[in-house]
């Protein structure tokens, strides 16, 4: 028998590069009765440090990753996505603790609630 993988294709993907400095920052903003799903994201850091993932309100959405002195990770595409913000019209973030320098590359879905 085959294994039967979903893909959640009833919402477009999306993309959107960043570019942050060290703190709270958006990522990808907030779309007015939708929430912002995880799919896939790539990052790396100048220094070692932490990085979080939280909604706008701020809740967090993600746990605590560390990150070592110019590394980063990869999280690869889930189609359930590995988390998304918990309330509509909420834009989601990223936290950083000590890093002064994030890129990166996040795929998601405005999905509905």
């Not at 085959?2 to 919402?11: A, H, L, M, Q």
């Not at 990052?43 to 909604?55: E, N, P, R």
């Amino acid at each position: 028998m085959g294994t039967f993988i979903s893909r959640n294709t009833d919402f477009p993907r999306k993309t959107a590069a960043f570019d942050v400095a060290a703190g709270t920052n958006t990522i990808v903003a907030a779309v007015a009765g939708k929430r912002i799903r995880v799919l896939a994201i790539i990052l790396t850091a100048d220094i070692s440090g932490t990085v979080k993932f939280i909604t706008e309100s701020p809740t967090d959405i993600s746990g605590t990753f560390s990150v070592s002195a110019t590394g980063g990770f990869v999280l690869n595409e889930n189609p359930s996505g590995w988390f998304e913000t918990h309330a509509d019209n909420k834009a989601l973030q990223v936290v950083t603790a000590t890093i002064t320098s994030l890129d990166g590359l996040v795929i998601y879905q405005e999905v509905e609630a």
